[in-house]
């Protein structure tokens, strides 16, 4: 059998997480082809076709994929599935809305957000949201996958020689969903969840103008901005700055929690990080037992001091 | 139009979870529970479009054990119409919720449905968008703005997606999965509460419903991840910038 990647692009570029969508399927051991759908997105095959692991390229190019809408992309994946025994999508919001409206479609389960393949059959994959790790198997003809990019971020080889390509010319019409537009965040900073570095503030902070230090200490690192949900509830920062079990999941290299006591809601969403640092006024707080460095004192003389020995 | 949400009952986010030591689970007894917070976000939408007088009626369901019953009572309070209650095993996969809610949206003749984008405990994301398959409806996930176009024929849909928003344009019947910006959720008031043990709390059996429930997907143990180990303390910023730079290698 064979296995199904589903390309996440924007007819121009390849998105990183779809690397890291493949380097999972290679642990499955099968050949592996990649579906690019989209219109004009000739440079994403191209692309593609250079991946060492890739055996085969099929080309959905066409106007009614332009936007790459969950509506027809299940249609056409479900057309395309009676050849694979594994479709996976990386775990984005694409992934997240396209690979569970196809298990709809094909009335089969599916495994979200997997961080560890044990076999063709049985996947690990984190739930409350990282608290604990389930493992689960998996018996339909096709097992759905979506996979979290930050578990397989291994490098991944070229070749000289490009995958085999194969036009795929089935059109499947939107017939009742349309685009009307996307907005990119047009924030400076790095995004929360691809972020390398996250410094967050909590109600420490007091209050919205204060929350600028926070800000201004993030320019300094090429940080992201995260917030406690008690930050976001006291209205110093709007909701989607939220890191934890009912916000963003984060991960990044380094995480810097200041004015953070730690609520298990927030934990949840930040403990997987690489390093941690905390720093707070009260040394009982929660946040000091996970963190690999903690800095008890007062943040308003702390924050400007890091903001002056920073280069 | 006639709107049906969905809520779960889950552990309590503010809850620390604890693993059961047979690995059979999370443990959940003894364990404060309430509404997935993504499906409050959901109830408050549906009240909301009842309050405008875009939706004629609201349903509330739940599928789980007796206690999700609180739950249909507190949506009631928030201004639900009525509730359905389906008993079922906590461990439904979401295949299987969405064949359920399938059979339920037909029966009563629903136009819209809103449910949080995902349940806290097992993160799934999937039963809005498997519901919207099964039925051949559109999906909105992800939804931080609704506002129902035309008399209510269609909607337009702010979704947060990866790196900024995406505005959609769906035709009604559709599936709505909300996400954390949508609204802030109300608290019930004393009267309602009151009010809301006088309304209509329906429970319907899966066999009536005559909805497969097995599916070929199985949890096989659950397992602590690992802990971090302790850190130390820093006595200054010098010294936290020496261990970031010289010990964690994190900054330059």
Redesign the interface.
């Known amino acids: 059998m064979k296995i199904l990647v589903i390309a996440e692009h924007d007819n121009e570029h390849l998105k990183a997480s779809t690397v890291a969508t493949i380097v999972a399927a290679e642990k499955l051991a099968l050949p592996i082809e990649v579906l690019v759908a989209g219109y004009r997105c000739q440079a994403v095959a191209e692309k593609v076709r250079t991946l060492a692991a890739v055996s085969r390229v099929i080309v959905a190019d066409h106007e009614v994929y332009q936007d790459q809408l969950a509506e027809n992309l299940a249609l056409l994946l479900q057309s395309l599935s009676s050849s694979y025994s594994h479709i996976l999508a990386a775990a984005s919001t694409f992934g997240k809305d396209l690979l569970p409206r196809l298990a709809g479609l094909l009335q089969v389960s599916m495994a979200s957000d997997i961080i560890e393949i044990v076999d063709a059959n049985t996947f690990i994959r984190p739930i409350y949201a990282g608290n604990a790790l389930a493992t689960v198997s998996m018996h339909d003809a096709i097992r759905l996958l979506t996979v979290r990019s930050s578990a397989f971020n291994a490098a991944i080889t070229t070749k000289a020689e490009l995958a085999e390509l194969s036009i795929c010319d089935t059109v499947y019409a939107l017939e009742k969903t349309k685009l009307i537009k996307r907005i990119e965040s047009k924030s400076e900073r790095p995004e929360l969840g691809q972020a390398k570095v996250v410094i967050s503030g909590g109600r420490g902070l007091q209050n919205k103008e204060n929350f600028a230090l926070i800000e201004q200490l993030a320019d300094k690192l090429n940080a992201a901005v995260g917030a406690s949900r008690a930050a976001v509830d006291a209205g110093f920062v709007p909701n989607d700055y939220q890191v934890g079990q009912t916000g963003k999941v984060v991960a990044p290299d380094l995480y810097i929690a200041i004015g953070i006591s730690g609520a298990i809601q927030h934990l949840a969403g930040m403990k997987d990080s690489r390093v941690i640092v905390a720093i707070n006024k009260d040394a009982e707080a929660p946040i000091f037992q996970i963190a690999d460095y903690g800095l008890v004192g007062d943040l308003f003389k702390i924050i400007p001091e890091l903001l002056a020995k920073l280069p | 139009m006639k709107v049906l949400v969905a809520l779960k009952r889950v ?1 309590d ?5 604890r ?1 059961r030591a047979d690995g059979s689970g ?1 443990e959940t007894t003894n364990v404060k529970m309430s509404t997935n ?2 499906d409050e976000i959901a109830i408050e939408e549906a009240v909301r479009l009842k309050e405008q007088g875009i939706a004629t009626s609201t349903t509330v369901i739940a599928l789980g054990n007796v206690a999700s019953q609180e739950n249909l009572r507190a949506a009631l309070a928030l201004g639900i119409d009525n509730a359905l209650f389906v008993p079922c095993d906590d461990m439904l ?3 299987a919720v ?1 064949r359920i809610l399938q059979q339920i949206v037909v029966r009563e003749a629903v136009q819209l449905v809103i449910m949080g984008k995902q349940a ?15 039925l051949s ?6 939804a931080s703005a609704v506002k129902i176009l035309d008399g209510g024929t269609s909607v ?1 849909v702010t ?13 009604l019947p ?1 599936v709505i999965t909300t996400d ?2 949508l609204n802030t959720p109300r608290y019930a008031s004393l009267p309602n509460i009151m009010r809301a043990k006088q309304k209509p709390l329906t429970t319907i059996t899966v066999e009536e419903l005559a909805v497969p429930t097995q ?11 690992k802990t ?1 180990e ?9 010294a ?2 020496d ?2 730079r010289n010990e ?1 290698k ?3």
């Open positions: 552990v986010p503010y809850v620390k979870i693993v999370v917070p993504f996969q979401p295949l969405a806290i405990d097992d993160d799934n994301n999937q039963v809005g968008q498997m519901l919207a398959a099964l409806w559109p999906q909105c996930t992800f337009e979704r947060e997606i990866d790196g900024g928003l995406e505005v959609l344009y769906a035709q559709a954390l910006r599916t070929a997907f199985k949890v096989l143990s659950v397992a602590a991840p971090r302790a850190g130390i303390m820093v006595d200054s910023v010098d936290l910038l261990k970031l964690a994190v900054i330059a």
